[in-house]
């Protein structure tokens, strides 16, 4: 697992991954970018979101 700045976790190698609530979302891909800022409409996956939030915010 990989975290970007100011961005999303990079998970290779994961078969499913389970949320906050204990769903659990298959995972069909090598890598997945998981929802770190707690803003994507697609949550546990990364959507782009986190691009639009304020950088000068710590
Ligand atoms: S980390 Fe990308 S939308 Fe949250």
Do not use: I, N, Q, Y
């Not at 190698?13 to 389970?18: L, M, P, S, T, Y």
């Not at 995972?27 to 639009?52: F, N, Q």
Request: proline share 10%.
């Amino acid at each position: 697992m990989r975290a970007c700045p100011r961005g999303p976790l990079l998970v290779r190698g994961a078969d499913v991954v389970v949320d906050d609530e204990g769903k659990e979302h298959p995972v069909g891909r090598p890598v997945v970018a998981l929802c770190a800022c707690d803003r994507s409409a697609r949550k546990p996956w990364c959507d782009g979101t986190h691009k639009s939030v304020r950088r000068d915010v710590p």
